[in-house]
């Protein structure tokens, strides 16, 4: 009898709750942080911005489902975990300022059908990522997360007075500990939980340093279903359609990177179908999402370097935790408990993980051959180009509209710096790569 691979395994429900939970905590402070972000800076009322978080969990559980059960030619049914883009952040408040809330939503139901409509186009791309490319761009996903990971470590607000005290960086430190140690010293199904287990013996440390908050629990509302087009009903212009789908290609890059990684990890063969369903998957959410009082969606890259980490690959423990968020949505204050976990917390497994996802990058550049080739010029350059954003972010200030969009994108930027360099720099080797792929297929 032939045993299922890793990514289609159904775990026991005890395990599947208790690895979703730990995807769940883990994309927690990113996935709410886009509802939080847009809400202050278009000037909505705390209850707004509450609805808006509500409906954010609540349409990211669906997307996720929908990536990782699939249903005909939508999801790639593989591990992962889908939340609001960071990349159509900017664009929506630009939309949103100029143009209205209402324009935002209509816009991004547009952007996700036209994402629907490009997903063939866009997944026959497949043949230009050969192993370096795949191994500069996952590299780039490891390191330019380590800016969050940063700031989640200082204690989530840079702005803030008590941010990178020494009280935080030590709760950090004593999370890194403990997940490391249950990490090496246990096997099994207590070893693959390390997260976790740090998650939760760093909140426990918090609360007994009086480091964390638990009043929003008892603030928050048992129940409460977000009702769709709960800020009026859409509204379509040109410019902002234009302004969300050039946002949506962007995060298509980053979905093949994504995809790309996870398929690496869990050994599952990343193909032109799987990025195509992939690609619906996002548009699809991304169109509930609009209609949903929430916005664009895409893998988040976070929960990549705890798959690494946990090497639990089954796509229903990432169902799972699509799950939970549905829940949570429906019941604030389940979400408010999780919002609890201090970010100090999250920043010290941030640094296991982020940094696991790195290291899956260097695996796969080692299996590239380097002598007698032009590899290292395009992982050098790709890489460098690739980080830009991210270690100096002022850099393209000067830039504005859809060119600083792309510019800010260190994934996108790695992305077409390592698709063209190997293409000038390895000319031959590409074009036989692209014979063998054809025959692949």
Not at 136 to 164: C, K, Q, R, V
Not at 259 to 275: D, E, F, P, V
Not at 317 to 339: D, E, N, R, W, Y
Not at 347 to 376: D, H, K, P, W, Y
């Amino acid at each position: 009898m032939s045993h299922p691979h890793p990514v289609d395994q159904l775990l026991p429900v005890r395990q599947l709750f208790t690895y979703g939970l730990q995807h769940v905590l883990v994309l927690y402070a990113g996935a709410v942080a886009v509802p939080l972000i847009l809400g202050s800076a278009l000037g909505l009322t705390s209850a707004q911005i509450v609805l808006l978080i509500n409906a954010n969990l609540l349409t990211s559980g669906i997307a996720t489902l929908i990536q990782t059960l699939g249903f005909w030619r939508f999801g790639a049914r593989l591990p992962l975990v889908q939340a609001c883009s960071f990349i159509a952040l900017a664009p929506m408040v630009m939309i949103g300022k100029a143009y209205g809330l209402q324009e935002v939503f209509g816009a991004v139901i547009a952007a996700g059908a036209i994402t629907i409509a490009l997903a063939p186009v866009f997944s026959r791309l497949l043949r230009f990522f050969p192993p370096v490319v795949i191994g500069s761009l996952i590299t780039i996903i490891g390191i330019s997360l380590m800016p969050a990971a940063a700031i989640w470590l200082g204690g989530g607000n840079p702005g803030a007075e008590d941010f990178g005290k020494p009280a935080n960086l030590l709760l950090g430190l004593a999370t890194v500990a403990i997940t490391l140690v249950v990490h090496a010293r246990f096997s099994g199904f207590v070893g693959n939980l390390s997260v976790l287990i740090g998650l939760f013996a760093g909140s426990l440390i918090a609360a007994a340093c009086g480091m964390t908050d638990f009043s929003r629990v008892g603030e928050a509302d048992w129940f409460e279903l977000s009702a769709p087009m709960a800020f009026g009903t859409p509204q379509f212009s040109l410019t902002p359609i234009l302004i969300m789908t050039l946002a949506m290609l962007v995060i298509m890059a980053e979905t093949t990177g994504n995809c790309l990684a996870i398929g690496k990890l869990t050994g599952r063969a990343i193909t032109q179908r799987t990025l195509g369903d992939a690609f619906r998957a996002d548009g699809l959410s991304t169109m509930i999402g609009g209609l949903f009082n929430s916005f664009p969606y895409n893998a988040f890259t976070q929960n990549t370097g705890l798959i690494a980490l946990s090497n639990i690959k089954s796509r229903f423990v990432v169902a799972a935790a699509g799950g939970l968020m549905i829940l949570m949505g429906l019941f604030p204050k389940l979400g408010a408990l999780i919002a609890a976990v201090p970010t100090p917390v999250l920043g010290g497994c941030a640094i296991v993980m982020f940094g696991m996802t790195t290291v899956a990058g260097i695996q796969e550049l080692s299996r590239v051959r380097f002598e007698g080739t032009r590899n290292a010029l395009v992982v050098a350059v790709s890489v460098s180009v690739g980080v830009l954003p991210m270690s100096f972010p002022a850099l393209f200030e000067h830039f504005h509209g859809a060119l600083r969009l792309v510019l800010e994108s260190g994934i996108f930027l790695g992305a077409v710096s390592a698709i063209v360099l190997n293409l000038l720099l390895n000319r031959e080797e590409t074009a036989s790569q692209g014979d063998t792929a054809e025959l692949a297929d």
